[in-house]
């Protein structure tokens, strides 16, 4: 019996990925293995990333924790980490993410509960329907790692999701790199899925502010049941000036619209976003409209990340070149935005304690 086993680190595409890439290997006659424990194994998969410092240092100690557990394994490693310091151990393969997505695409975005990950276990299916980014936001490395852009077609989205049904799946998770580049557009896919599929719930990673678009809000109040109420849109800052320098392609007039037409549908949802703190050339005053608009919004989640400089970012020369913000005033900044969090999140903790 030829055994593996899987790790992923990062964004839901990795994981959706890693799971396909589960799928390739048991179609290949292997069988998957619980991670840890085993005696031998024949192949381990380790999809990295490189979102911060922290998550590229954590990819690498694993294949050199991996590599030196398993010398005799066949090890193929992929994803967005700086892999070069690794690429010249025995037995390690290295795929790039577009090397990757050749060797995936001839099972059209489908795998199977065979896989056994962990959001098998969920009922919940991760529909890759996107990859690639060119939108080049300052601080950001994806686009350098992941600069093909690719969609899946409706027809064949419709299919997967058919299959997933079929196989004992209740929802679907949709994912994308960057949904804004997914082209056949993003309402057109769900509306499609809604109507020509019987999966029962359609939730997403994250919604670019952008993709809310009229045909969205549609589909939103006809579907009440069948649309994930809690919405995660990443705005990343409240003030113009910073949206400008970090090259996001909205302002903050757009973000309240958008805001006042998801409020307007009165149908129970429910927000969350990711800010950056400390961007190069934030102010006191960026930072309060950053609040201002987080509190206006109401968010039940926000996740906050203090800004780390990546190599070879636009926003990486902006931060060697502009006034340094203090590490305290970045604390602070984070500390005010979680608090803010707390505040807003209360109720909705406090309602399961509710007795009926
Ligand atoms: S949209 Fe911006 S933040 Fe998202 S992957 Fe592309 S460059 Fe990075």
């Not at 290295?94 to 001839?106: A, G, M, P, R, Y």
């Not at 975005?109 to 890759?128: G, M, P, Q, V």
């Not at 307007?264 to 201002?292: H, K, R």
């Not at 902006?318 to 109720?347: A, G, H, Y």
Request: aromatic fraction near 8%; proline fraction near 4%; charged fraction near 25%.
């Amino acid at each position: 019996m030829k055994t593996f086993a899987v790790y992923n680190f990062g964004c839901r595409v990795n994981a959706a990925e890693t799971n396909q890439f589960s799928q390739k290997l048991i179609n290949e006659g292997y069988t998957p293995m619980a991670k840890e424990g085993q005696e031998r194994l024949d192949t381990i998969f380790i999809n990295t990333c490189s979102v911060t410092k922290k998550a590229n240092i954590e990819s690498v100690g694993l294949i050199r924790r991996l590599h030196k557990k398993y010398p005799d394994t066949k090890i193929i490693v992929s994803g967005c980490a700086n892999l070069k310091e690794i690429k010249d151990l025995s037995n390690i393969t290295v795929l790039s993410n577009s090397e990757k997505e050749i060797k995936l695409q001839d099972l059209n975005c489908e795998y199977t509960r065979k896989i056994a990950d962990k959001f098998s276990h969920t009922n919940r299916f991760l529909l890759k329907i996107q990859s690639g980014c060119t939108a080049f936001c300052t601080y950001c490395t994806v686009p350098y790692k992941r600069p093909y852009l690719w969609s899946l077609p409706i027809e064949t989205a419709i299919n997967t999701v058919i299959s997933a049904n079929n196989d004992g799946y209740k929802e679907v998770i949709i994912t994308g790199v960057n949904l804004n580049q997914y082209t056949p557009g993003f309402s057109n896919l769900l509306k499609a899925l809604l109507e020509k599929t019987n999966i029962q719930l359609i939730s997403f990673g994250s919604i670019p502010i952008n993709c809310i678009d009229i045909n969205l809000i549609k589909l939103l109040k006809k579907y009440p049941k069948r649309l994930q109420k809690f919405l995660h849109i990443p705005l990343q800052s409240g003030s113009d000036k910073i949206l400008k320098l970090m090259h996001r392609n909205y302002i903050k007039k757009v973000i309240l619209e958008k805001f006042s037409l998801l409020k307007n549908l009165e149908s129970g949802l429910s927000f969350g976003t990711d800010i950056i703190v400390g961007f190069p050339g934030e102010t006191d005053a960026d930072f309060q409209q950053t609040y201002n608009l987080c509190q206006q919004i109401g968010f039940n989640k926000i996740h906050v990340f203090k800004y780390s400089p990546r190599p070879g970012t636009l926003a990486r020369k902006l931060f060697l070149e502009s006034e340094k913000i203090s590490k305290d005033t970045v604390k602070q900044r984070s500390k005010k935005l979680r608090l803010l969090n707390v505040q807003t999140t209360l109720p909705f903790r406090q309602k399961p304690e509710k007795k009926s």
